[in-house]
């Protein structure tokens, strides 16, 4: 079973007050998300990945985090990501496409996560 560890998160924010920078420090991995807002508004900019949305414009791949997997109904079908975790994770939705479940894969290891109203119930 992996175990769990701490890890700091940094929030950098430009002089409007829009975030700008994230960045995530723990002993398994370090990632840094940089947010581009332009310069006469408060909105993110494109990124220069033209194959970051799928057609119905679900989001494909977080840098530094991994890659999304959509179901037919846009709900999140799996993540995979790309540190060196090995990590995937499947989410599982009831009939009204709310969340019930999510399961952790970790080389061998599986965890599981349930909800309840939205909520995690068990872990």
Do not use: C
Request: aromatic share 14%; glycine share 4%; charged share 15%.
């Amino acid at each position: 079973m992996s175990s769990i560890e701490f890890y700091r998160q940094t929030y950098t924010y430009d002089t409007g007050n829009n975030l700008s920078n994230l960045s995530h420090q723990a002993n398994s991995s370090t990632w840094q998300q940089t947010l581009i807002i332009h310069p006469n508004n408060n909105r993110g900019t494109e990124n220069n990945n033209q194959n970051n949305f799928d057609a119905n414009g679900n989001l494909l791949n977080l840098d530094n985090i991994g890659n999304l997997d959509w179901h037919y109904n846009n709900t999140l079908n799996q993540l995979t990501k790309t540190d060196k975790s090995n990590t995937t994770e499947y989410y599982i939705y009831d009939y009204q496409g709310n969340r019930v479940r999510t399961v952790i894969e970790s080389n061998t290891i599986f965890k599981n996560k349930r909800y309840k109203y939205g909520k995690i119930i068990s872990f």
